[in-house]
């Protein structure tokens, strides 16, 4: 099994009351996942709908496949990934405010298909949600 759980526990945000969790979709469902949002703008391969257990698909708020191409999760492009993702993000601040009240409300578990735990969307977008 993944150890992304232990890396990204559920975290609390500078705002009281706002708790966020990310998780590989692979990864089985758990109680304490609260609503499961799906932040890929591709449904993750092979898995089924029903074997992910996700709440929401939010193709939205998603990199667009511009961005995802070029990336490729590389690990000297991430800083860069995150600078252009969040200039994707500009005018979708309703979205954002949305999970942020979903959030109020119990935990929210993002969810990204990636295999790399530490460069995903989910991991920057989390660092959106906080600032």
Known sequence: MCSFPSLYP???LGIPGLLFKI?????PAGASDGKRILVDRLWPRGLSKGRARVDEWLKEVSPSPELRKWFEH??????????????E??????ILDELK????????????GARDEEHNQAVALLGILEG
């Open 10 to 12: 559920a975290v609390p």
């Open 23 to 27: 998780k590989r979709v692979y990864e």
């Open 74 to 87: 590389d690990p000297a492009k991430w800083e860069e990934f995150k600078r252009r993702y969040a200039a």
């Open 89 to 94: 993000l500009v005018g979708k601040e309703g």
């Open 101 to 112: 009240r979903e959030a109020e409300k119990g935990t929210v578990t993002l969810l990204y």
